[in-house]
């Protein structure tokens, strides 16, 4: 009797210190012949599944010569709790067999294993069980039930067993909640939690965080400042889980002014945090901003995730920051990114828009499961970069692979035939695709089919195709049409085209100033002046053009005619030297393009200010003469600077990357990839 005590007192108040002396524990109960004692066995396995040690706990139990429904029960629910959902319905069928009928608290447990499994047939066995044993009215069965059919997406009955609940507590709702999220209902999620409000229902952290998710799938902040406004009235707004929640909300609502303060007002901030705001600056075109926060995350010494290195990553994609996005994937094992498709697909298309695609290629090869996704990055890369050949190529990997093409894919392939000129090819793909493989046509397709033919000068055709595609064209498809118009110095059209464009997109300053410069072109003053009245009317600011270059590790700025970096002495006397050295091998500036150029590099006397041209400068100025000198630009490349930039690369035998809106540009010894194709 004194042995047995001393052991309870043993498992009560020293179990919890580690199992080396859990496992002395165990061998007591041996030495005493207390093996078979269901009230310490019991003991025994919750203290060992609080190790997390399951396969221990089998062990043990398989020593029991006529284990009870209390063991099992705590079998089932240890196992449950390590998500060993398998072997918990083994246990649950084993329990069958010897002949005892599971309880209240049996059917819970068995039923989230059913739910994690996703076995709908043996849910609804249990649920029959249920109303056999008469458990039908306990409120954790229900909520139990209410939570698998959520899961296994069977929203009737998920409703109705809600429905039945008379006294719902906070799982209840949340389980419901979840459902509606899981099957893409999210306004009735957010309705729902209103609901619960509404019934003197205190949420916790998790059902919070689930309204908050389902206000984010909706893009309403609305929904979701009301819901921030609770929290705070509550007392919820420290919680670290709830303050996340809400800074990923606002993020995908694009309000990143009030998930920067809500980030900068939390007290503590885990890995995910970070993570949120650095993918929302970097999904919302703020690529800087996401890595000057990727920078301050580093400062206080924190090792990145994969979503913290995915938003970096894509980041530093949209900059052209090659330095600082090889930094980052240094920061993580190579293998986290073959293995994982979603890093994997970030790193590869981070060096297929650094103009690096030998190294994107490596990454492709190197992927330990090449699914659609990898392949449809691998192909825009390439496509993008200008290896038409090796585009058409992938695509014939796919097929062989046996993986079925979607609208992305082609997407990719319609891009390389745009970039080649490739008029026959872009046809077949496109009518192909709805022929052979019966995808629809987007209106991404559409566009991709315009830019091709107006590209190539059949502008005809191509206003044919806006006029008789089933959809509603819009600004991206006109716009496409728009490049031709610019391309082939067709103002007739592009005056027709800018109209459209500006009826789309009234907030759009460079269609409104394109036209104005059609109207002064053809001498139309009173029109040309009118457009500009409705500009200065409407308030209506240019877009600027900026330009980006990394040097060091540091991602510098200009702008058009730009005089704020430390340097600018330095860099216009080298514009200056470059202009000279210009002019001596036969450039002269020239403002033909200025017709069709836009925002602010619009201006004659600009064109040797353009923002390329003085990111290009300091580049020069700082760069060793072996680097690859890489530019990143927020508008199309004007003519002036392309011809400007191909000399100046023959001139100095530097090799020279410019990444436009449209395409790259790589320039060495006076020739461009594009063949002035662009």
């Not at 059917?107 to 294993?113: E, I």
């Not at 996340?244 to 995908?252: E, G, H």
């Not at 790193?347 to 490596?362: H, N, P, S, T, V």
């Amino acid at each position: 009797m004194a042995a047995l005590q001393e052991i309870k007192s043993a498992l009560f108040s020293q179990c919890s210190t580690s199992f080396i002396h859990l496992k002395h524990i165990h061998a007591r109960i041996f030495r005493f012949h207390l093996n078979q004692n269901s009230y310490l066995l019991n003991m025994l396995l919750k203290s060992v599944f609080h190790f997390n040690h399951p396969d221990y706990a089998a062990s043990v139990f398989n020593e029991t010569h006529e284990p009870n429904i209390f063991l099992y029960n705590t079998m089932i629910c240890g196992l449950v709790s390590n998500d060993c959902f398998d072997q918990a319905i083994e246990f649950f069928h084993s329990m069958r067999c010897e002949g005892l009928l599971p309880n209240n608290f049996t059917f819970p447990f068995v039923l989230k294993s059913c739910s994690r499994n996703r076995d709908f047939g043996l849910g609804a066995k249990v649920h029959s069980l249920v109303v056999k044993v008469g458990s039908d009215s306990d409120v954790f069965v229900k909520t139990g039930l209410l939570g698998f059919y959520a899961k296994v997406e069977n929203l009737v009955d998920a409703r109705k067993m809600f429905d039945d609940i008379p006294e719902k507590n906070v799982v209840s709702w949340t389980a419901m909640m979840s459902g509606y999220i899981g099957v893409g209902k999210f306004r009735e999620a957010v309705d729902l939690f209103k609901q619960s409000l509404e019934t003197g229902l205190v949420p916790d952290s998790y059902t919070l965080v689930r309204a908050l998710s389902a206000c984010s799938h909706l893009g309403d902040s609305s929904a979701g400042g009301w819901i921030h406004k609770y929290v705070v009235d509550i007392g919820m707004g420290r919680n670290v889980f709830v303050n996340t929640a809400l800074v990923d909300m606002y993020v995908k609502c694009g309000n990143m002014e009030e998930a920067l303060s809500i980030f900068d007002e939390m007290p503590e901030k885990d890995i995910v945090t970070w993570g949120a705001i650095i993918q929302g600056y970097a999904a919302n075109g703020l690529p800087k901003e996401a890595l000057e926060i990727f920078s301050q995350m580093q400062k206080q010494n924190l090792k990145p995730d994969c979503y913290v290195t995915v938003g970096v990553l894509s980041a530093c994609a949209r900059l052209g920051a090659l330095e600082l996005g090889e930094q980052a994937s240094r920061m993580m094992d190579m293998n986290d990114f073959l293995s994982n498709p979603v890093m994997g697909t970030a790193l590869l298309d981070m060096y297929a828009k650094c103009g690096k695609m030998a190294f994107a290629w490596e990454v492709f090869k190197g992927m330990k499961k090449k699914d659609l996704v990898i392949f449809n990055a691998v192909m825009s890369g390439l496509a993008m970069t200008g290896h038409v050949k090796a585009a058409f190529s992938c695509f014939g990997l796919v097929q062989k692979c046996g993986l079925n093409p979607d609208g992305n894919t082609f997407l990719a392939l319609l891009c390389a035939c745009t970039h080649a000129g490739l008029v026959n090819d872009g046809r077949s793909y496109f009518y192909g695709m709805s022929s052979f493989y019966y995808l629809p046509h987007t209106i991404e397709h559409y566009g991709s089919m315009v830019d091709l033919l107006a590209r190539a000068g059949l502008l005809d055709e191509a206003h044919r195709i806006i006029s008789t595609m089933p959809l509603q064209a819009n600004a991206v498809v006109w716009g496409a049409l728009l490049g031709g118009c610019r391309l082939h110095r067709n103002t007739h059209l592009a005056e027709h085209v800018l109209k459209k464009l500006i009826e789309l997109e009234p907030w759009n300053s460079g269609n409104y100033v394109l036209l104005s410069n059609i109207y002064s072109a053809n001498q139309k003053w009173d029109d040309s002046e009118n457009i500009r009245s409705v500009m200065n009317l409407k308030g209506i600011t240019k877009v600027r053009g900026y330009s980006w270059i990394e040097v060091n590790g540091i991602v510098h700025e200009f702008l058009v005619g730009d005089t704020s970096h430390p340097m600018k002495d330095k860099i216009y006397l080298k514009l200056v030297e470059l202009a000279k050295e210009l002019r001596e091998v036969g450039y002269v500036p020239t403002t033909e393009f200025v017709l069709f150029d836009i925002e602010e590099e619009e201006k004659e006397h600009f064109l040797g200010c353009h923002s390329e041209k003085i990111a290009l400068a300091f580049g020069l100025i700082t760069l060793k003469s072996d680097v690859v000198i890489r530019i990143v630009k927020n508008l199309r490349v004007c003519g002036d600077c392309h011809t400007a930039i191909k000399l100046i690369s023959k001139i100095t035998g530097r090799e020279i990357i410019v990444r436009d809106t449209n395409r790259f540009h790589h320039f060495i010894d006076g020739a461009c990839s594009c063949r002035d194709y662009w």
